[in-house]
C-alpha cells in the first residue's frame, strides 16, 4: 500500500547512545517533516525539508539532525539521546507545502 | 503555550448522541486540517477547510471554518464507537511564508456503546 514507512515502531536506548530513525515514502511528495508527539503538547515540529537536500529547523531541533537522502527518504538521527527525547516520532510527507500531510504510523523510542 | 486550542481536552459520550470539538487561536490561518488518530497510529487527515465561513460534511461529521478563520469546529451527529480517536485541528498561519502547519494538542473522544 502507497504511504509513509518508519522504522523500528519501537526503541529503547540509553542515555548517551545514538540512533537513526527511517522513513520513506512512495507518493513521489516533495515536501517531509519530522514530528514528536508528547502527552499534553500536540505535535512539534523537529525538522522539514521542502525537497532533496534542503532541510529547515522547526520548532524543537536541538539534539537531533536530519538527512534527506533523496526524494524518497528522510532519516532523523539522535546523536546521544536523553531521557528529555522519550516521546512517538512520526514522520509525514505531502505533496505541497502544508497542506494534507500523509503521516507514517510512528517510532516509539523511550531514552532510560 | 499552543497557537492552536482544543477544548474540550477529552469527551466521553455515548452511541447516538452528538459532540462539538473546538478549535481556537489569536492568529489567522490560510487552512485549516483536521485529522484523526487511533491509538498506534499516525494521524489520518479528513477534511481542509480554506475560506472564511466554509462547511464542510463528510458524513455524520460537518466541519466549519470561522469568518475571520481564526477558528474551527468539528461536530458529529450521532456518533458511533468508530468516532472514537483522539481530533486534532491543524492551522497553516498566513504569517509563515513556508506554511508549516501547526498543530492543537488534540481532543480524545471515546464512544461508549
Known amino acids: 500500500n502507497a504511504g509513509v514507512t518508519q522504522t523500528p515502531k519501537f526503541q529503547v536506548l540509553k542515555t548517551g547512545q545514538s540512533m537513526t530513525l527511517q522513513c520513506a515514502q512512495d507518493?513521489?511528495?516533495?515536501?517531509m517533516y519530522w514530528y514528536r508527539q508528547d502527552p499534553g503538547m500536540g505535535l512539534r515540529l523537529i525538522y522539514y525539508s521542502a525537497s532533496e537536500g534542503t532541510t529547515d529547523k522547526g520548532e524543537v531541533p536541538n539534539g537531533y539532525n536530519v538527512s534527506r537522502l533523496n526524494k524518497r527518504e528522510f532519516s532523523l538521527r539522535l546523536e546521544s539521546a536523553a531521557p528529555s527525547q522519550t516521546s512517538v516520532y512520526f514522520c509525514?510527507?505531502?505533496?505541497?507545502?502544508?497542506?494534507?500531510?500523509?503521516f507514517g504510523s510512528g517510532t516509539r523510542l523511550t531514552v532510560v | 503555550t499552543q497557537l492552536l486550542e482544543q477544548s474540550p481536552q477529552f469527551l466521553s459520550i455515548q452511541e447516538g448522541e452528538n459532540l462539538t470539538v473546538y478549535c481556537n487561536s489569536s492568529?489567522?490561518?490560510?487552512?485549516l486540517q483536521w485529522y484523526r488518530q487511533e491509538p498506534g497510529e499516525g494521524p489520518v487527515l479528513l477534511v481542509t477547510v480554506v475560506t472564511g465561513g466554509e462547511v464542510k460534511k463528510l458524513k455524520r461529521l460537518t466541519f466549519q471554518f470561522g469568518d475571520a478563520r481564526k477558528d474551527s469546529s468539528l461536530h458529529i451527529t450521532a456518533a458511533q464507537t468508530g468516532d472514537t480517536g483522539l481530533y486534532l485541528c491543524?492551522?497553516?498561519?498566513?504569517?509563515?511564508?513556508?506554511?508549516?502547519?501547526?498543530f492543537g494538542a488534540g481532543t480524545q473522544v471515546v464512544v461508549t456503546p
Open positions: 507518493m513521489n511528495h516533495n515536501s
Open positions: 491543524a492551522g497553516r498561519m498566513t504569517t509563515d511564508s513556508w506554511g508549516k502547519l501547526q
Open positions: 509525514a510527507s505531502s505533496e505541497l507545502r502544508g497542506y494534507g500531510y500523509t
Open positions: 492568529s489567522v490561518f490560510s487552512s
